[in-house]
């Protein structure tokens, strides 16, 4: 993702040091309060600024609360790519992301991207940036599950465009019903999608070696 933080070149240490502490304050307080508990005079206080440098460096609180849902995506997009790029059967990779879907509800960072699209649907600049955050999420699966998806020779049933926008709503319904304590039926679901991808690899599996032992016989 593009660098949006309001730090020009050449920006002195200290108000590089400035503007990550009002980024850790607001997103500290994002998780705890929610958007609508984040006031100018509240943030700076965390922080431990002087309030009139919140607007004086960023302009408004929806350009602080945008940077830190930003600058969060950042970091989980870096992980989501490595964990990807592993050479490891695609079902793995699909267990160590499910894991880190509980890892980012006990982050907040699930948190602070279901409030700033709330945040969004009254503001069309926001909204904006918001939907950037989503396309780097749908391009990290759109290129995981092209490749799973061609490996498994499902691809013409079940296509990359249809299918990763199903894995995003489900994984955003999944952590808000988390978020409001609601579990009803999550196991069960990821259990069968587990039995589902089990198969698939069963049948890649053996198609591997039907083309592996066929090639042997040519040989011979």
């Known amino acids: 993702m593009a660098q949006r933080r309001m730090s020009p070149a050449g ?25 609508a508990g984040i006031t100018t005079r509240t943030l700076a206080s965390e922080a431990g600024v002087n309030s009139g440098l919140v607007h004086y460096y960023f302009g ?26 592993a050479d490891v059967p695609f ?15 006990d982050s907040g960072y699930t948190k602070i991207w279901l409030e700033l699209q709330a945040l969004a649907w009254n503001d069309p600049d926001l909204r904006e940036r918001v939907a950037r955050v989503d396309a780097e999420w749908r391009g990290v699966l759109t290129e995981a599950f092209s490749k ?38 999550h196991q069960a679901l990821l259990d069968w999608i587990h039995g589902w991808l089990k198969g698939l690899e069963a049948g890649a599996s053996a198609r591997a070696q039907t083309t592996g032992a066929a090639k042997e016989g040519k040989r011979s």
Do not use: C, N
């Open 91 to 105: 079902i793995k990779k699909w267990e160590m992301a499910w894991g880190y879907q509980d890892e980012d509800l």
């Open 60 to 85: 408004s609180m929806e350009e602080v609360l945008v940077q830190v849902l930003e600058r969060f995506t950042d970091r989980l997009i870096k992980r989501q790519r490595e964990m990807y790029s």
């Open 11 to 35: 920006a002195s240490e200290k108000r590089a040091r400035t503007t990550e502490a009002l980024l850790d304050a607001a997103e500290r307080l994002l998780i705890e309060r929610g958007h």
């Open 148 to 185: 799973a998806l061609a490996d498994y020779g499902v691809a013409d049933r079940f296509p990359p465009a249809a299918l990763v926008p199903l894995v995003m709503t489900f994984a955003q319904g999944f952590a808000l019903e988390r978020l409001s304590g609601i579990t009803h039926g």
